[in-house]
């Protein structure tokens, strides 16, 4: 079936520092890609919708100059923690929808970011 | 208001037991609907797409009532395999753009 990889699962840094977070659509082509936060206990926020050759779209309240996306081929989205500071620790999540009747969506595995 | 709103429990049960969750939605645009399962720190994954027509995949069922905005989840003989969080899901309209809402905790006891 089709399978969503995220790269890393799991970074530790220091603040000010950046960090790059790859989501890749493994067996199928995707358009768009999205991009969610997950403080822990509470549910998934959707940050950002990524689109193959254009900008991406921010949900309100998401600093686009903080959360940088770039959704590079038809296969990989990347977002860009700039700067990132205790508060954005987070698990931080992406899917990728396939069509069909139900426009399913398949997430990837995750990436647990904390800044020191 | 939340757009997707579910009582966040915990539900402890027992094995052998049937539990029910509930979730409501506000927007009537809302086309596609799902429950999603999510172990603790994974990522979700789906449980089953919920129909108006209500669908059952085991011991699991699922309805939609439109005209109340409510999705419903049915889990029967409860399994300690089943203790994680369920997540009711709502696609607005055409953007693949998915609501989540705040997950209902089910622990399964022995």
């Known amino acids: 079936g089709a399978v969503v990889s995220q790269h890393p699962s799991r970074v530790i840094c220091k603040s000010g520092t950046s960090v790059k977070i790859e989501c890749r659509s493994l067996?199928?082509?995707?358009?768009?890609m999205f991009w969610y936060r997950q403080f822990p206990k509470k549910s998934l926020m959707l940050m950002a919708t990524s689109n193959e050759g254009s900008k991406a779209t921010y949900e309100q309240g998401v600093e686009k100059d903080k959360f940088l996306i770039n959704h590079a081929s038809l296969t990989l989205s990347t977002l860009t923690v700039t700067s990132a500071h205790p508060e954005d620790s987070s698990f931080y999540i992406c899917s990728a929808p396939r069509s069909g009747r139900d426009n399913e969506q398949f997430f990837g595995p995750g990436t647990r970011l904390t800044v020191l | 208001r939340k757009e997707v709103e579910q009582d966040p429990g915990p539900f402890n049960v027992p094995e052998g037991a049937t539990v029910a969750f509930n979730c409501t939605y506000s927007n009537s645009a809302s086309q596609s609907f799902f429950w999603y399962r999510q172990d603790c720190r994974k990522e979700p994954k789906l449980l089953m797409s919920v129909y108006s027509s209500g669908n059952e995949d085991g011991r699991f069922t699922a309805q939609l009532n439109r005209a109340s905005q409510y999705i419903s989840l049915l889990i029967r003989d409860s399994k300690l395999s089943d203790s994680a969080t369920y997540l009711c899901v709502v696609n607005r309209g055409r953007t693949y753009k998915y609501i989540f809402g705040t997950g209902t905790r089910l622990k399964v006891l022995a």
């Open positions: 067996d199928f082509q995707a358009t768009t």
